[in-house]
């Protein structure tokens, strides 16, 4: 989040943009992505086996409630915050640097 605050600064980006920016850094891929980490983890990673009557489908069970909980709370954040970051426009006027030293891009028809 920091790191996106501070690019877009740097850049000069409009508060809608850096806004953008800030919700896309902060809301990473929470579904599949985990879920196939915590299935390699268990197999290769000793120090997640809880006791000597503990098995591969008891991990990976432990493994997916933390995934589901985790995955519930990001959703939470995601449709609160992100839906907040993402509704600020910009104040009327207000123009990129690029727009202010006369570079605009429209779009116009040619008229022959």
Same mark, same amino acid.
């Given at each position: /989040?920091? +790191?996106? %605050?501070?690019?877009?600064?740097? *850049?000069?980006?409009?508060? $809608?943009?850096?806004? %953008?920016?800030? #919700?896309?850094? /902060? *809301?990473? @891929?929470? @579904?599949?992505? &985990?879920?196939?980490? /915590?299935?390699? !983890? +268990?197999?290769?990673? &000793?120090?997640?086996?809880? =006791? =000597? =009557? =503990? @098995?591969?489908?008891?991990?990976?069970?432990?493994?997916?409630?933390?995934?589901? !909980?985790?995955?519930?709370?990001? /959703?939470? +954040?995601?449709? $609160?915050?992100?839906?907040?970051?993402?509704?600020? #426009?910009d104040p009327e006027g207000t123009d990129s640097p690029a727009a202010r030293r006369g570079y605009r891009f429209t779009t116009r028809r040619r008229t022959r």
């Open positions: /989040m920091t +790191v996106a %605050f501070t690019l877009g600064w740097a *850049f000069k980006l409009k508060r $809608s943009q850096r806004s %953008f920016a800030i #919700a896309s850094a /902060m *809301f990473m @891929n929470s @579904n599949s992505l &985990p879920i196939a980490l /915590m299935q390699s !983890l +268990v197999v290769t990673v &000793p120090g997640l086996k809880w =006791d =000597d =009557d =503990d @098995n591969r489908d008891a991990m990976v069970g432990r493994a997916l409630t933390y995934l589901v !909980l985790y995955s519930t709370l990001g /959703m939470i +954040v995601r449709w $609160s915050y992100g839906v907040r970051l993402l509704s600020h #426009a």
